[in-house]
């Protein structure tokens, strides 16, 4: 019978959403019998729900970005009252009833979660037991965090050994936890010739490639950056991909460029892979999506203006591994790159250790695991007919209130470990 798989994100950024398609792609790939349905959850809510959980992210992160990196720090600490997880999940559950009828009216054999929102929404509906089909959480950064925690969950992949020692120290047996990586688009997992990459994007091959990115809404301080970028006086071949943001692409069109440079100012792209693959160094924020795609492709990176919290843990994970350099500053960029191309040998030792950790089969190693997953459930699920669990089991009564179990968070967990 094929399996029936939901997979579960929101669009909070860019990168929880990247991860779920891509182990959509990739799980039609292993099993293309599979019955797959992706769902972002913030577009099975209201307007003003959807706008204060992610317009609302990013409105803090441009006018108070310190004060993002203090609620990520907070919230990562053992909570002394229930009482502050009780009410943000009684607001996200309030919010996002559509969200639970679809989960519930379907028989599913398994929820794939790439935000912890949707996690802790199917934790939920468990401990009330209004659905009893297993869950798998699918971490997008290289540290992992607290919320990320929702008991009942059968599996936890994550993107290092440090972050399944975190989740450790929170009490998740480290049978349940798999270091994968993050799962990135399957194209990554596939070798494209940095040459030929280069010929169809009519880049040259007599300048190094220096690949800047915005992010899929080329957000953050783009044009700074892309005017210290030129400054360089090192020949560079500059590719500059914008998202969807056209008005930073024709701004940035607008920008005087020398002409010891040769540039390419490009919007949104689905070519991401081979653009990586023809870059020597890539310049973008730390994004966990993002670094590992670069990773996968061997590219260096120069990390700029990293969000306080998940960027910032996930800017240490690169450079503790030696496969990027920090700007801290505008001014020092063109320092900084022209250190790293003209430094003997450093640009290819950064280049060697992005492959060492690279994982770019990630999307279809999580892909395995979960099929796995389901076939050993399914050899313990009860003949058609007898109670249990079985392929019925998301065909409940509608519930127009939902009565949040009395839990911290909302699950009840073993107390934080300190590592030594």
């Keep these: 019978m094929s399996p029936r798989i939901l997979i579960l994100s929101a669009s909070v950024g860019t990168g929880h959403n990247r991860a779920a398609q891509a182990l959509h792609l990739a799980l039609h790939r ?15 809510t ?10 609302g992210y990013f409105g803090l992160v441009d006018r108070a970005p310190h004060v993002v990196g203090y609620l990520y720090d907070r919230l990562d ?4 009252s229930p009482r502050i997880d009780r009410v943000r999940l009684s607001l996200s559950m309030m919010n996002l009833q559509r969200l639970v009828d679809r989960v519930t009216r379907q028989p599913w054999d ?6 912890f929102l949707p996690a802790e929404i199917i934790a939920t509906l468990r401990l009330a037991e209004r659905i009893t089909f297993p869950q798998a959480v699918v ?17 936890y992949f994550v993107a290092s050994e440090e972050g399944a020692i975190h989740l450790a120290a929170w009490g998740v047996p480290s049978a349940d936890v798999s270091v994968t990586g993050i799962p990135i688009h399957p194209s990554f997992a596939e070798f494209k010739s940095p040459v030929e990459c280069r010929r169809r994007h009519g880049i040259g091959s007599t300048r190094p490639v220096v690949l800047q990115l915005a992010g899929g809404a080329g957000f953050g301080p783009v044009e700074k950056v892309h005017r210290s970028l030129v400054d360089v006086a ?7 991909v914008c998202g969807r943001n056209e008005k930073l692409r024709q701004n940035l069109r607008r920008m005087t460029c020398p002409s010891r440079h040769v540039r390419h100012i490009l919007g949104f ?8 693959a023809a870059a020597d160094v890539v310049i973008s924020k730390p994004g966990g999506l993002t670094a590992s ?5 061997g590219a260096a990176m120069l990390i700029i203006d990293p969000i306080p919290g998940q960027e910032t843990r996930n800017a240490d994970f690169l450079l503790e591994n030696g496969a990027a350099v920090k700007v801290n500053n505008f001014a020092s960029l063109p320092y900084k790159l022209t250190s790293v191309l003209s430094e003997r040998g450093r640009l290819e030792t950064l280049r060697g250790n992005a492959r060492r950790i690279a994982r770019p089969h990630a999307a279809f190693e999580v892909a395995s695991q979960c099929l796995e997953l389901i076939e050993a459930r399914a050899e313990l699920t009860p003949s058609p007919g007898t109670p249990g669990e079985g392929r019925g089991e998301g065909d409940f009564e509608r519930q127009t209130s939902f009565d949040i179990p009395n839990h911290p968070h909302p699950n009840p967990l073993p107390e934080y470990r300190e590592r030594g």
């Design 139 to 155: 971490t997008t950064d290289f540290d992992t965090h607290r919320l990320w925690v929702n008991p009942p969950c059968e599996k």
């Design 110 to 115: 398994l929820a794939i979660c790439t935000h």
């Design 293 to 297: 795609e670069s990773l996968a492709r």
């Design 77 to 80: 600490q053992p909570i002394k």
């Design 30 to 44: 292993v099993r293309p019998d599979a019955i797959i349905e992706y769902v972002d959850v913030l577009d099975d």
């Design 46 to 55: 209201n307007r003003a729900f959807r706008r204060m959980y992610g317009r």
């Design 269 to 276: 792209t689905e070519q991401m892979d081979e653009l990586m």
């Design 234 to 240: 090192m020949p560079l071949e500059i590719v500059m």
